[in-house]
């Protein structure tokens, strides 16, 4: 907790104008939100008290404090990964920061394999449910009773009220076509799965697979924080379209699908 205030009293000094309503995490290769802010301060990673530093190409690495749709948000430019040499203590530190200033939802994004053999690059697929597959959470050890529970229910670890707003505004919108609904299996990487892995996960009841996100749910859910979280299906894992990938295509098809996850994130912080 001494970690956890220092940095949010950083922080805190320096918003002494600025209260956040909502957190937003942009994952790889998903930054272009940035563009559609008015960003009223820029804090790097590096300058805020214990924060771990972004190491993942298209991550860059900094704290914005700005506006969208006319509402105030901390916006995490790159999240952390259990796999950079991170504990799940530090990938969720920024999460439970935003929370001591006060944001009251989180939104979360990420590039993930597509298993369901429905999906098609530059899908969205708003979380419903997932599968930990992590080694650990960030949740094991004392628990921080300023924070949450010991033992925090995870029954509906994503607001179903967000979900439903995320489908009409996709509808509203025009591409509910390119919106679905599904589980996301959290692996702690950094290789990607073999195809033996990938039939299991889809076997165990997984649409989609990334390297994080949900040691950030878990957090959120356990400080009472609704969550919608979003995935951009940027490479195919199901049989028959399975290939070999680079992180050159995943972050060109993550490019592809950017204006209608920007379109659709915009569309439900208006609602709040």
Known sequence: MQHLHQAADYLRQRLSDFTPEFGIILGTG????????????????????????????????????????????????????????????????????????????????????????????????????????????????????????????????????????????????GFADKVRRGVYASLPGPMLETPAEYRYLRTIGADAVGMSTVPEVIAAVHMGLPVLAISVITDLCSPGKLKRVAIADILRVAADAEPRLTALLRAVIEKQ
């Not at 009223?40 to 506006?67: C, D, K, M, Q, W």
């Not at 901390?74 to 799940?88: A, D, I, K, P, S």
């Not at 925090?152 to 009409?168: C, G, I, K, S, V």
């Open 30 to 173: 998903l930054g272009a939100l940035v563009k559609d802010l008015t960003v009223h301060h820029t804090f790097p990673y590096a300058e805020i008290p214990n924060f771990p530093v972004s190491t993942v190409e298209s991550h860059s690495g900094n704290l914005l404090a700005a506006e969208l749709a006319g509402r105030k948000v901390l916006v995490m430019q790159g999240r952390f990964h259990y796999y950079e040499g991170y504990t799940m203590e530090q990938v969720v530190l920024p999460v439970r920061v935003m929370k001591l200033l006060g944001i009251q939802k989180l939104f979360v994004s990420n590039a993930a394999g597509g298993l369901n053999p429905d999906y098609e690059y530059s899908d969205l697929m708003l979380l419903e449910d997932h599968i930990n597959l992590q080694p650990t959470n960030p949740l094991v050890g004392k628990n921080l009773d300023e924070l949450g529970p010991r033992f925090p229910d995870m029954l509906e670890p994503y607001d179903t009220t967000l979900l439903r707003q995320a489908e009409e505004a996709a509808r509203s919108l």
